[in-house]
């Protein structure tokens, strides 16, 4: 590329001083060769910097965000957000009532439960726990009697025992297990063996008492 | 401009990708626009600017804030079109380029005149060696100076300033022999 044309690109460019550029312009002018390849090129450079410049599509932002990777997110972060991120409840009626339908269903289920567990340990007592012994009686003309054993005492007041119609007469004692002596009170003061004890004992006065094991 | 586009960066960084459209709206039509005279069909050029503004969300942390974001864009926006069109068919060599171009302009009275105009120069412009259209795109099209075209392509700007000379002759000869007269 000859001086003269670096210039003309050179004016083209701007970076022409106004002296240098009106000496190169009068150059140009007295050339018709030079002038038409000067005024081509400046022609082209006028249709390049004029071309009609394209509008973007509408959707082209939207459509870069949707495209952009997911941010990347520590761990403590997301254990953070799980537990303390706020959430939002979507629901609608049927599963409104159909979770409270469930949650009744399992709260009746577990005092249920719980229930059958009393039973549970009542028949079958922890090592340690008292058994409840039903002991009875038959006195049908007895007014009033009571159970008196070493287990109270020999209260004749403390072990009331409550008459059935069929003239006998029980109570139930909680007992730990271990042998026990006992009674019974006729009437406040007739003592009399039960006579349906599994074994006796001489209680050191001439009479017999009672002998009860409680096993484990 | 500048302290303002530093802070949309940095929230982009920090996780916040909503920061990122507001870039994207500010500089989609000037790399829309570039992608377009680079590869010569909108539908490439809408492809290759969403990837490249993908791209440069990925790469918001490698940017480095001595240099301004639209330059840095324009970078990768370039190097995305090279890889296309290294990937694609090889370029019409240039003698035979005439052949494609409208053999005689229509009268400028016509009303598609200026439509033909366009496709016509934009043909032209496709017809260029890959550096030269480059020059020719970054220089004339979107109205940069030397020294942001020599950190956009990284090539000095003596050698660009040369290669735009003779990037503005090809162009001239092209349209000439396309039909396309002074003025």
């Not at chain 2, 969300?57 to 290294?86: A, E, H, M, P, Q």
């Not at chain 2, 220089?139 to 040369?162: P, Q």
Request: hydrophobic share 35%.
């Amino acid at each position: 590329m000859d001086k003269e044309r670096q210039l003309i690109h050179e004016l083209l460019d701007g970076e022409l001083s106004p002296e240098e550029r009106r000496d190169l312009l009068d150059r140009v002018n007295s050339d018709p060769l030079l002038k038409q390849e000067f005024d081509d090129l400046r022609s082209v450079v006028n249709m390049v910097e004029t071309a009609e410049r394209l509008t973007v599509p509408p959707a082209f932002t939207s459509q870069v965000m949707r495209r952009l990777p997911a941010p990347k997110v520590s761990f403590w972060k997301r254990v953070s957000s799980f537990f303390f991120g706020q959430r939002v409840l979507r629901w609608n009626m049927v599963t409104a009532l159909a979770t409270v339908g469930l949650m009744i269903i399992i709260t009746a289920g577990l005092f249920q439960l719980r229930n059958k567990d009393t039973v549970i340990s009542y028949q079958r007592p922890a090592d340690g726990a008292a058994r409840t012994v039903a002991i009875s009686f038959y006195a049908p003309q007895a007014r009033k009697v009571s159970l008196a054993g070493d287990f109270n005492k020999w209260s004749t007041e403390k072990g009331l025992m409550k008459k059935e119609s069929s003239g006998i007469w029980t109570l139930e004692v909680p007992l730990q297990p271990g042998t026990y002596h006992y009674m019974f009170v006729v009437d406040g003061n007739v003592w009399v063996t039960d006579p349906n004890a599994e074994s006796y004992r001489d209680d050191g006065f001439g009479n017999k008492n009672s002998v009860l094991r409680v096993s484990l | 401009m500048q302290a303002e586009e530093y802070s949309l960066i940095e929230q982009c960084r920090n996780g916040n990708s909503e920061a990122y459209s507001v870039l994207v709206e500010r500089y989609q039509e000037m790399i829309y626009n570039v992608a377009y005279r680079m590869l010569g069909d909108r539908d490439t050029a809408y492809d290759i600017s969403q990837e490249s503004f993908i791209s440069a969300y990925d790469g918001l942390k490698r940017f480095r804030s001595d240099s301004k974001f639209s330059t840095w864009l324009y970078s990768i926006t370039v190097n995305k079109c090279r890889d296309y069109l290294r990937c694609r068919k090889p370029d019409v060599p240039l003698d035979e380029v005439t052949e494609i171009l409208p053999s005689k302009m229509p009268d400028p009275e016509d009303s598609l005149h200026q439509k033909q105009l366009g496709q016509t120069l934009q043909a032209a412009i496709g017809a260029l060696p890959e550096d030269y259209r480059e020059v020719i795109v970054l220089k004339h099209v979107e109205g940069l100076d030397y020294k942001e075209m020599e950190s956009i392509l990284g090539v000095s700007a003596n050698t660009l300033k040369v290669r735009t000379y003779r990037a503005r002759e090809m162009l001239r000869k092209v349209l000439l022999e396309a039909g396309v007269s002074n003025g």
